[in-house]
């Protein structure tokens, strides 16, 4: 069966199991017109993908948790009329890898477009490392910008979209959200999202910029097997319902008004608010580097450097191959 019919398939019987209840497979291959086998397996390639269902004999399946799917209408109707699109997909490798293939392959792209998926196969950390991306549970999110300042003056640019979470969590959430230098975002001391800015383009000459964000809505129970350190979700911490939708076009609003800031001012007009959602200030760190270094956090200066005091000097670092943990 074609990939077009197996996504209509999977999406109308999420629409059906949505609400959390049992479903029998009988029914629910009736409604489809397929067969029982044919909804079983439509099922297990969402469950292989991270959404937990329940199957009981005698009574059918149900999901672990009610979902909300991702609607594309709803979200335009979100949207004013002035935003850039919100594609939506269903199970795709890496949102941020959809967008640099369209500029690879010359797509034109609005500034501030942006991809979404229920569910990546594919997602990425830094440096070849995995971000955990089950279907339906999350927000897996990325956004095209274009900077005429060119490559350097992207530096800093991820603690900047890091503020966008932060701002987009306390504004709708009431949340303390902070950013952990120099791209994961934490509250109550547990990873709740992560960035990840993908660069292509000439040093010197204007360059594209892709912006991922995975926004931990509702994590399964089964993440604790994929992901080996401490972590949280937006249910959880604010103990209310989220409506993915609205919340989608709330992110693409702050990232946005972040990146039209970030193009005129650079990061220097963000110092001040990231020192205020440090999630290290003055607190004892090690930066793990090839040489690592233990001293207390001093915040950032006006490139998005790190700042470290230890007892014989403060010294800025920079670059994409360092870490910050806590203690040290
Ligand atoms: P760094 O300080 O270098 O950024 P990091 O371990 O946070 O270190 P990242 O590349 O930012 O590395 O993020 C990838 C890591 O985040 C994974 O190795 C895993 O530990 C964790 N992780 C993966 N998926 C998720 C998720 N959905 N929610 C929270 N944490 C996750």
Not at 73 to 92: E, F
Not at 180 to 186: A, G
Not at 273 to 290: I, S, T, W
Request: proline letters at 2%; a positive charge; charged letters at 20%.
């Amino acid at each position: 069966m074609s990939n077009k019919t197996s996504l209509v398939c999977q999406r109308q019987l999420l629409q059906y199991l949505a609400d959390g209840s049992f479903y029998s497979g009988q029914w629910l291959a009736e409604q489809l017109g397929i067969s029982r086998t044919a909804v079983a397996n439509y099922l297990n390639e969402l469950k292989q993908h991270g959404l937990e269902i329940f199957s009981v004999k005698g009574r059918g399946y149900k999901l672990a948790n009610p979902i909300q799917l991702l609607d594309a209408n709803k979200i335009k109707k979100l949207q004013a009329a002035d935003c850039a699109q919100i594609l939506v997909q269903h199970i795709t490798d890496s949102t941020n890898s959809q967008l640099l293939n369209k500029l690879q392959t010359g797509q034109p792209l609005e500034q501030g477009s942006v991809i979404i998926a229920e569910a990546q196969s594919a997602g990425r950390g830094r440096r070849g490392r995995t971000w955990y991306s089950p279907f339906g549970a999350n927000l897996y999110f990325s956004c095209f910008w274009r900077l005429e300042q060119g490559v350097t003056a992207a530096m800093g640019l991820s603690l900047a979209i890091g503020l966008a979470v932060c701002r987009l969590l306390q504004h709708q959430y009431q949340l303390d959200a902070r950013v952990k230098w120099p791209n994961d975002i934490y509250v109550n001391d547990r990873k709740i999202a992560g960035i990840l800015v993908e660069l292509s383009g000439q040093v010197a000459a204007a360059c594209d910029v892709v912006i991922g964000i995975g926004l931990n809505i509702g994590m399964p129970e089964q993440s604790r097997q994929h992901i080996d350190q401490p972590y949280t979700d937006l249910r959880t911490e604010s103990q209310q319902r989220v409506d993915r939708n609205r919340l989608v076009v709330a992110l693409q609003h702050q990232v946005v008004s972040v990146l039209r800031e970030f193009s005129r001012a650079g990061f220097a007009s963000f110092v001040t608010e990231f020192n205020q959602h440090d999630l290290y200030a003055n607190r004892k760190v090690l930066l793990m580097a090839k040489m690592p270094i233990t001293g207390i956090c001093r915040g950032v200066d006006k490139q998005g450097g790190i700042i470290i005091e230890t007892g014989q000097s403060t010294d800025v670092y920079y670059g994409g191959e360092l870490s910050l943990r806590a203690g040290g």
